[in-house]
C-alpha cells in the first residue's frame, strides 16, 4: 500500500515541475507582465462613464472666482455631494459650495425642508430650492445633462432665504457658461 501512494506522488511532482518551469523563458528578462486589454464588447469607453460629464473641470475653479472678490476664504476641495466639490467660508458671514455630480440631475435633488422651484439658468434648466437646509439657506442646481448637475448652495449665519437664494444664484450664473454642454 505505502508503494501505490508514493507512485501517483512520484509521477505527479516531476509531471507538475516540468509544467511550472516550461512557462518560464530565459529568452526575454525583466519583469512579467500582464498583456494590454482587448478591445471589444466587454470594454467600456471612457465617453460613456458618468464621471467623463464634467471632464477636467474642477468645482473649486468654478467657486474661486466669486468668492474670492466677496472676501471669502480660499476654496477648499469637500466631497459631501460628490466627490467633485468645493466649499468656503466667510466668518460671520456664511459659508458656499458648489458641487458637480455626475450621476444625479437636477430631477433626483432633495428638496430637504424647502420646496423646489423650477427656474433656468442661462438657457439650461435649473431649479431653486429656498429653505433647503433651513432658514437662510439655499441652493440652485443646474442640469449639465439629464443625469448630470451642478449645484451651488449658500448657507447664511444671517439673513433670509432670499438673500442666500441671491448668493447662489449669483454663483450658478458665473459657473453655468463653463459646465459642458448635453444632450
Known sequence: MIAKSR?????????????VLSG???EKPGNATSAPPQSGASSTSKSTTPADVFGDLK????LEPTTSAKGFDPPVVETY??????????QGFGSVSIYLVAEAGIEQLSAGQGTKVPTKVGERE???I???????ACTVAIAAT?????????SLNKGTNAEACALSREIATAA????????
Open 176 to 183: 453655468e457658461p463653463k459646465l459642458p454642454r448635453g444632450n
Open 59 to 62: 468645482a473649486c475653479d468654478l
Open 126 to 128: 435649473a431649479v431653486e
Open 24 to 26: 518560464c523563458s530565459s
Open 146 to 154: 439629464a443625469n448630470s448637475r451642478m449645484t451651488a448652495s449658500t
Open 81 to 90: 455631494e460628490s466627490d467633485n466639490g468645493c466649499a468656503t467660508r466667510k
Open 7 to 19: 507512485l501517483p506522488l512520484s509521477v505527479t511532482l516531476p509531471t507538475a515541475l516540468v509544467l
Open 130 to 136: 429656498p429653505g433647503d437646509a433651513g432658514k437662510q
